[in-house]
């Protein structure tokens, strides 16, 4: 249905099934039958976190950002701090968010797919009472780099703060593992890996970080963390009209993810994918952003010298495949990103790579 392949970090390509959902007939947000749709999602959210009971989720109509935003407007009281962690785009974006709600913040950066300093963190956190979250993005998509997500989880149980993971791009694409991880509150996507449409997101968090929020410490009318909860545990709705049309492709790629692919086939199947990909571009002599801690999903490649990356795209575009160009000074430097995520197999990437190579040879750059 699609009329090129996207081989971008999100919309992904979404399974017939999926599409199908949306021709469901029309129902009423406040209605059983919506409830017990609400309720079912919300268990398979659980799930898609390796999360037990002790954990609770919601969901928000909105974009990924929505969900960073509920949480970070909705954490903090008056004098509380957040540390912030971040080594690229997406974690400038929570920076972004966190300013814009005045919340007061240690600053804990690294350039761009600098892998963070755990020890630098420890430090910080030591000389920071006042921190009472740690925010990081599990897989910085900007980039393609996995953070240690397992390392600051630690230090968050030794310093006793709550730490927050941006999981948009790593939900059904990576284990996230709330509870091994330490990880008290998290949000995810329906339009990346898990094979959705964008607009649904989602927040998965400790029961207990839910039951100590206040309606005052919310700053967001609509993004605001206590709503979304209170009216999930009273009624299982939502606090305003939700996309209502687009809880019924979420359930069916959760079901699908879930159910039908399991997690771990799917983290599988990506990683299969990411490998042949990455092997495909080193044969023509392309140089990669990163050597290690890769997602599953993302690769961010140099294309040669001489060859224009916006060009490039463009000239892949009309042989049928979408591609990213690299974000902020990636794009000068001729970087793209060619993403894995959603309906996606091997023999995709086989055929993806026959056209990049002849594009290169058409462009001049092999
Ligand atoms: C890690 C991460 N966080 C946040 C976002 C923002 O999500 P959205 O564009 O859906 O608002 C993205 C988008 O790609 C992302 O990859």
């Keep these: 249905m699609s009329k090129t392949m996207l081989f971008s970090p999100g919309p992904v390509m979404v399974r017939e099934d999926v599409r199908q959902t ?4 029309d129902i009423c947000h406040r209605s059983p039958e919506f409830e017990e749709m609400f309720a079912d999602t919300q268990e398979k959210i659980l799930r898609l ?3 037990d009971q002790s954990y609770y989720s919601v969901i928000v109509s909105g974009s990924g950002t929505s969900a960073n935003e509920t949480c970070l407007s909705s954490l903090f009281r008056e004098g509380e701090a957040v ?5 690229g785009m997406f974690g400038e974006r ?3 968010i966190i300013d814009k709600y005045r919340v007061p913040m240690v600053d804990c950066g690294f350039p761009w797919s600098v892998y963070p300093d755990v020890k630098r963190i420890d430090e910080l956190l030591a000389a920071h009472p006042e921190v009472k979250v740690v925010a990081m993005v599990f897989h910085e998509t900007s980039t393609g780099m996995i953070n240690p997500v397992h390392e600051v989880g630690r230090l968050c149980e030794k310093h006793g703060k709550l730490l927050f993971v941006d999981c948009v791009s790593a939900g059904g694409g ?36 839910f039951e100590s929020l206040t309606a005052q410490q919310c700053k967001n ?14 009624s299982r709705q939502t606090p305003n009209t939700p996309n209502v049309n687009l809880f019924w492709p979420l359930n ?38 990163l050597e290690e801690h890769l997602s599953n999903t993302v690769t961010s490649v140099f294309l ?37 995520m959603g309906e996606i197999y091997e023999r995709d990437c086989r055929g993806m790579l026959d056209a990049f190579r002849a594009t290169l040879a058409e462009m001049g750059g092999s």
């Design 221 to 234: 009318v609509y993004l605001s963390l206590y709503k979304h909860y209170q009216s999930a545990v009273s």
């Design 83 to 87: 540390l912030a962690i971040h080594n």
């Design 22 to 25: 949306l021709t469901h007939y």
């Design 94 to 96: 929570l920076i972004e």
């Design 304 to 340: 040669p010298g001489g060859v224009d990356a916006a060009a490039f795209i463009a000239a892949m575009e009309k042989k049928g495949y979408t591609f990213y160009i690299g974000k902020g000074d990636y794009a000068k430097q001729g970087m793209i990103q060619v993403a894995n």
């Design 174 to 209: 990576e284990f996230i593992d709330v509870v091994g991880n330490n990880i008290a509150v998290c949000t995810s996507v329906g339009g990346k890996c898990l094979g959705a449409f964008p607009g649904s997101a989602y927040v998965c968090a400790r029961k207990s970080l």
């Design 252 to 289: 069916r790629a959760l079901t699908n993810l879930l159910e039908t692919e399991t997690l771990a086939g799917r983290i599988e199947r990506y990683r299969r994918c990411a490998s042949i990909i990455r092997e495909g571009l080193r044969v023509m002599g392309l140089r990669m952003l």
């Design 49 to 51: 976190f390796g999360a």
